[in-house]
T-cell receptor, first 117, second 111 residues
């Protein structure tokens, strides 16, 4: 089945530094990938939609200059949290849409736990 | 996408069937019902989906009422590892459209 690999699984960084999270589709090509954020005891909230070869589409309230998304290939999308602050500490999850265009569900990565100290 | 309503939490005894309900009374004709689950500190895991017929796979069964206004996810023999938050999502399978997650049902499988 479709596999999405997300790396790292957890990261601790200092305030003011930047952190890059990778999302790879291992056995399929994904023109579109999604980035979600999940705070404790809350559900997943979509941050942005990443499209290969074009600019990402950000949800309302998500700062595009703070959360940089690059989808340079059909198998890799990256999310960079720039100038991270403690309030950015969260669980970040990516998802990839298989390119078949059918009704199957999307595959999600295992998530990245970001802690900013 | 149509809105779904799920109970906040449920308990189930280990080895028994877990029946998780979902109401989607405003579902439209081309919307599918999808079920995902999220085990603590992991990404969501796809379980099953269907349009109007009942579906079964190695993980679960999905029972959709004839009027499609509600559905039930059945885990036939729940184990402790099935403890998770279960999400029922209704959506048109448009490529490039994300899945919208509600609060889901927190299922606790008890020994």
């Amino acid at each position: 089945g479709a596999v999405v690999s997300q790396h790292p699984s957890w990261v601790i960084c200092k305030s003011g530094t930047s952190v890059k999270i990778e999302c790879r589709s291992l056995d399929f090509q994904a023109t579109t990938m999604f980035w979600y954020r999940q705070f404790p005891k809350q559900s997943l909230m979509l941050m942005a939609t990443s499209n290969e070869g074009s600019k990402a589409t950000y949800e309302q309230g998500v700062e595009k200059d703070k959360f940089l998304i690059n989808h340079a290939s059909l198998t890799l999308s990256t999310l960079t949290v720039t100038s991270a602050h403690p309030e950015d500490s969260s669980f970040y999850i990516c998802s990839a849409a298989p390119g078949t265009g059918g009704n199957e569900g999307y595959t999600f990565g295992s998530g990245t736990r970001l802690t900013v100290v | 996408d149509a809105k779904t309503t799920q109970p906040t939490s449920m308990d189930c005894a280990e080895g028994r069937a877990a029946n998780l309900p979902c109401n989607h009374s405003t579902i439209s004709g081309n919307e599918y019902v999808y079920w995902y689950r999220q085990i603590h500190s992991q990404g969501p895991q796809y379980i099953i989906h269907g349009l109007k017929n009942n579906e079964t796979n190695e993980m679960a069964s999905l029972i959709i009422t004839e009027d499609r206004k509600s559905s039930t996810l059945i885990l036939p023999h729940a184990t402790l590892r099935d403890t998770a938050v279960y999400y029922c999502i209704v959506r048109v399978p448009n490529y490039g459209q994300n899945f919208v997650f509600g609060p889901g049902t927190r299922l606790s499988v008890l020994p």
